[in-house]
Every structure is written in structure tokens, then in C-alpha cells.
């Protein structure tokens, strides 16, 4: 499966944006999805996962409350829908693929390419 994200931008603390992911190729309803994000000089981290049928969601600590995942999987399309972003949000964001839901990037076996999100204080 290939995905692309997007949606990506800059906004002020406080604020909200979308991001998107659209699949191709494989049927992304078989595959669990998740969004990581990546900031300057630190790791790669997890950020959210959604199951293949989008029935169960899963969030790391640090957003828990302000972001949601979701996925349309008639649209082949997945979201990360961010409020109350912080400075400490900016980071690149990715979306991935799995077979298995986790919170590892070892965990995924598909990426899409990173959007980047840049929250101004």
C-alpha cells in the first residue's frame, strides 16, 4: 500500500489542523494505520493508531485529549485531526501501515512520505 500525507502547515498555539492520508495499492482496509511524528534531533515517535475497521484507537500520553484519529476507509483515506496544538507539536508528521497495530515504527511496514507541522507560540 502507498500513502501520502498531507495537510500539514503552520499555525499558532492554540489552533487545529487536519492532516490526511490517502492510500493506494493494496486494499487499505486490511491495514491497520498509524501517525508518527519526528522532530528536529530526536527520534521518530508514536503519535496514534487506528484499527483496520477504525472501531478501536489508540494514543500516546502526550495527546491524548486533543487529537483524534480516524479513517474512511470508502475514501481510502485516514486523518489525524490535532487541536490545541503547542509549540512542542511541531514536528514532521507520518502516517503508516501495519499488519499489526502497534506503537512501534519497527511495527510498520508501509510509510508515506511526512507532512510538516510547525506550531508558533
Known amino acids: 500500500v502507498q500513502l501520502q500525507a498531507s495537510g500539514g502547515g503552520l499555525v499558532q498555539a492554540g489552533g487545529s489542523l487536519r492532516l490526511s492520508c490517502a492510500a493506494s495499492?493494496?486494499?487499505?482496509?486490511?491495514?491497520?494505520m498509524g501517525w508518527f511524528r519526528q522532530a528536529p534531533g530526536k527520534e521518530r515517535e508514536f503519535v496514534a493508531a487506528?484499527?483496520?475497521?477504525?472501531?478501536?484507537?489508540y494514543y500516546a500520553d502526550s495527546v491524548k485529549g486533543r487529537f483524534t484519529i480516524s479513517r474512511d476507509n470508502t475514501k481510502n483515506t485516514g486523518y489525524l485531526q490535532m487541536n490545541i496544538l503547542k509549540p512542542e507539536d511541531t514536528a514532521v508528521y507520518y502516517c503508516?501501515?501495519?499488519?499489526?497495530?502497534?506503537?512501534?515504527?519497527?511495527?510498520?511496514?508501509?510509510w508515506g512520505q511526512g507532512t510538516l507541522v510547525t506550531v508558533s507560540s
Open positions: 487506528v484499527s483496520f475497521g477504525g472501531g478501536n484507537t
Open positions: 495499492g493494496r486494499a487499505f482496509s486490511r491495514y491497520n
Open positions: 503508516a501501515a501495519t499488519s499489526e497495530v502497534s506503537n512501534r515504527v519497527d511495527g510498520y511496514s508501509y
